[in-house]
């Protein structure tokens, strides 16, 4: 077994401390002026804005480790969101391009807490296209990055310099082409740098920091395995075993800010992922009756971490730092 | 009842069933919660393994060996029966294997006391399926288990397994333990493990199955099929969980993802005596398991109906002979209590043998000592007759130390 050097970021203070520290207010005015931004790119590139559903009877099982919150709903259980990828296929019967910037609640395990990159409670933007392909959407997230990094430059100099964040970080970022490099290539490369990658898993956290310190961009890793996600990844058709699929990572050791490709759509194929995954068919009723009777779009997307967003673009230490309120990992807090 | 009678067949089975209906296809309800099943050993002789004799050589060439290591005869306190037991260090090539949620082991105190035992002894120890959907996950149910154990176990050895079901994914067992602070100190150490449960030895291809009060199976009604198997009118019913659907790449990219998702957790596999066990076991472990239990057709169950009990799955024996031996784990359970049948497995490629209803008998007897006594005695006879065979490490068994009256003169054929 990999034992991966323990990460140790600081805690939060508490909440009068946090919420009256500069660094909050630069990060947050920050983390406006992206969602500000990213609402403007989407809706001109034909995005339609839905408000996001909080609770459903089944929740996106594709979360290493994180426990989901149940809520009594009627004498039913329900789940809050871990994040919505369900709607966003099903949404697309009624629009072909559609987002959310959705709130996720994970209960991700104890040892994420220092990791300075999970949060209990987070938020994503979350886009889907119908009929689109993998490449579709890395060519569309490399331009909603451009688009973020250009406006926050343009308006938010005063956050940057009190954050202490050097505009040149993001040069390379407007000038280049984001690189593609597959799993099976940023495993070689970690094992390069003498971390032990297992080459049928996810890149793990300290992995994913180490790669990202080794460029100067955000860069897309593709082409995970199957073992390694929730069923609603897309698997190749090509190349069994194979998801079509990606990250992208951040710079300088800000690790990943998305997830996403090309989604499990058919009946059949979600049957047999769901099993591959260790899932109860049954639970995902409403869901699968879409998918068999009329079938659910072709798609592909992702999920941008607004709050890992925000602290790429201000240089914070934490992602909690981009967040009024954090909730942390077994850390009890309002 | 009319003065008919069908000599050769078993005439009160037939009459059972044409009074009472499917409640005859299972064991009389009054053994409920208070009986343990599993498959009777043929008339005269048991079953296979019974019937295989354990043959010490004359001449032993790693008594010598281990002479003159010591300097001085070998004896059987000599024999070390240290074992790696899919990930955990293990004085002994045992284990406990998983009782579920039946009423013998579910809520009351056997559980706990088997937990504090097994951890006394250092062993590594399973959590059965669907503990958390009947029992709870807190004060009653799987953690007071876990519990249990780790408040007893000395630093470094045993560990504790939990297995998962389709139904207990809705109650994601495996993320609640994950990240429970009780469990934090064995997963620290690494003493963790899950185990994908694919089925088990008494009821080859079925699911977990329980009697409940008509009262109680509303509340588990949306999670389980709940069956009037015992009469419309019954003041009980059973309650049966799904097997699971499995293929190959099921198999395999469950077990991918069990490691993925708890890359600090050992990994285990648990399979029923299917006639492609080999198979199964083959692709567990390529996919990275760190240990596949194979249940035998002996193998016990808190409620099975007899036709499986006593008509279907593969012994244990023939599990064992059609299983390729592969540097992980290879587990083997069903009616193990002594140190022969334990010596017999391992001979035959087990690396460790698992005590399932002998372990709760033993609790049941005596909730302090009952399974440590037991236990000791299994482990003295492991010593007595690993040193007749003059083998002092338990890797070193091999077929050649059985025989099977049935296969004549012809050693290779175990």
Not at chain 1, 55 to 77: E, I, S
Not at chain 1, 216 to 223: A, G, K, S
Not at chain 1, 224 to 249: A, C, H, M, Q
Request: proline letters at 6%; hydrophobic letters at 40%.
């Amino acid at each position: 077994m990999t034992v991966a050097p323990v990460m140790k970021a600081p805690l939060p203070p508490g909440t009068r401390e946090h919420l009256l520290s500069p660094v909050t207010h630069a990060a947050l005015r920050l983390q406006n002026a992206i969602a500000i931004a990213s609402r403007e790119f989407l809706a001109a590139n034909g995005f339609v804005e839905l408000l996001p559903p909080m609770l459903g009877p089944v929740t996106d099982p594709g979360v290493r480790g994180a426990k989901q919150l149940d809520v009594d709903f009627y004498g039913h259980r329900y789940k809050l969101m871990t994040s919505v990828i369900l709607y966003k296929q099903a949404s697309l019967l009624a629009f072909d391009r559609i987002f959310y910037l959705a709130p996720n609640v994970r209960l991700e395990p104890l040892e994420t807490a220092t990791t300075g990159r999970h949060l209990v409670e987070f938020h994503q933007l979350d886009v889907e296209m119908r009929d689109a392909t993998r490449d579709d959407v890395l060519a569309l997230l490399q331009g909603l990055m451009r688009h973020i990094v250009a406006h926050v430059l343009r308006e938010c100099t005063g956050e940057l310099a009190a954050l202490g964040r050097d505009p040149g970080a993001f040069t390379a970022l407007l000038r280049e082409d984001f690189e593609r490099m597959t799993h099976a290539e940023a495993v070689r490369r970690l094992q390069g740098l003498l971390h032990g990658q297992s080459a049928d898993a996810e890149i793990d956290w300290y992995g994913e920091k180490l790669i990202s310190e080794q460029t100067d961009r955000p860069f897309f890793i593709t082409d995970y395995p199957k073992g390694s996600r929730g069923f609603t990844d897309g698997e190749s058709r090509t190349e069994p075993g194979v998801l079509r699929n990606f990250d992208l990572i951040a710079a300088d050791g800000f690790g990943e800010l998305a997830s996403g490709g090309e989604r499990t759509h058919e009946y059949r194929r979600l049957i047999e992922r769901m099993r591959e995954s260790g899932e109860n068919p049954s639970k995902y009723a409403w869901y699968l009756e879409l998918a068999r009777d009329g079938g659910l779009p072709a798609s592909a997307g992702f999920g941008l971490g607004i709050e890992r967003v925000t602290r790429y673009l201000g240089g914070l230490e934490t992602v909690w730092q981009a967040t009024a309120y954090p909730k942390l990992p077994g850390v009890l807090a309002p | 009842m009319s003065a008919l009678s069908a000599d050769g067949l078993p005439e009160e089975s037939i009459r059972r069933r044409a009074r009472d209906g499917t409640a005859a296809v299972f064991p009389a309800l009054d053994g409920y919660g208070r009986r343990l099943y599993g498959a009777e050993p043929a008339a005269g002789g048991g079953d296979e393994l019974d019937r295989v004799r354990v043959v010490p050589p004359v001449f032993v060439p790693l008594r010598l060996e281990k002479l003159y290591e010591l300097g001085r005869e070998p004896l059987y306190g000599d024999v070390d029966l240290t074992a790696a037991v899919g990930g955990f260090a293990s004085p002994l090539p045992l284990f406990v294997c998983a009782f579920g949620s039946t009423q013998v082991a579910g809520a009351g105190d056997l559980g706990r006391a088997v937990s504090e035992q097994a951890g006394r002894l250092g062993i590594p120890m399973v959590i059965g399926e669907n503990v958390v959907p009947m029992h709870g996950y807190r004060d009653a149910g799987l953690l007071s288990r876990i519990r249990a154990y780790a408040a007893a176990v000395p630093d470094g050895l045993g560990g504790v397994v939990v297995q998962q079901s389709t139904e207990d994914a809705d109650a994601e067992v495996w993320n609640l333990v994950y990240s429970d602070p009780v469990a934090t100190e064995l997963l620290n150490t690494g003493r963790l493990a899950f185990e994908l449960k694919v089925g088990q030895g008494a009821k080859p291809g079925l699911g977990g199955m329980t009697v409940l009060p008509r009262a109680a199976a509303a509340s588990v009604a949306g999670q389980f099929l709940v069956d009037d198997a015992f009469g419309a009118g019954a003041p009980t019913v059973l309650r049966s969980s799904s097997p699971g659907t499995f293929t190959e790449e099921i198999l395999r990219q469950q077990v991918h993802l069990m490691r993925n998702n708890y890359p600090r957790a050992r990994t285990w596999v648990k399979l029923h005596p299917g006639r492609d066990v080999g198979q199964a076991a083959e692709i567990a472990w390529a996919a990275g398991a760190d240990a596949v239990t194979v249940d035998g057709a002996e193998g016990g169950t808190g409620w099975a109906p007899p036709v499986f009990l006593g008509q279907v799955g593969l012994p244990l024996a023939e599990c064992l002979r059609r299983i390729d031996k592969h540097e992980a784990s290879l587990l083997a359970s069903g009616r193990v209590w002594e140190g022969g049948r334990a010596l017999k497995c391992l001979a035959m490629g087990a690396t460790a043998v698992g005590l399932g209803r002998a372990a709760l008998l033993a609790a049941d007897e005596d909730a302090a000592e009952g399974l440590v006594r037991l236990v000791r005695c299994l482990e003295l006879e492991l010593r007595l007759l690993m040193s007749a065979l003059g083998k002092y490490a338990v890797p070193d068994l091999g077929a050649d130390d059985l025989w099977l009256p049935s296969e004549g003169s012809d050693r290779d054929r175990l």
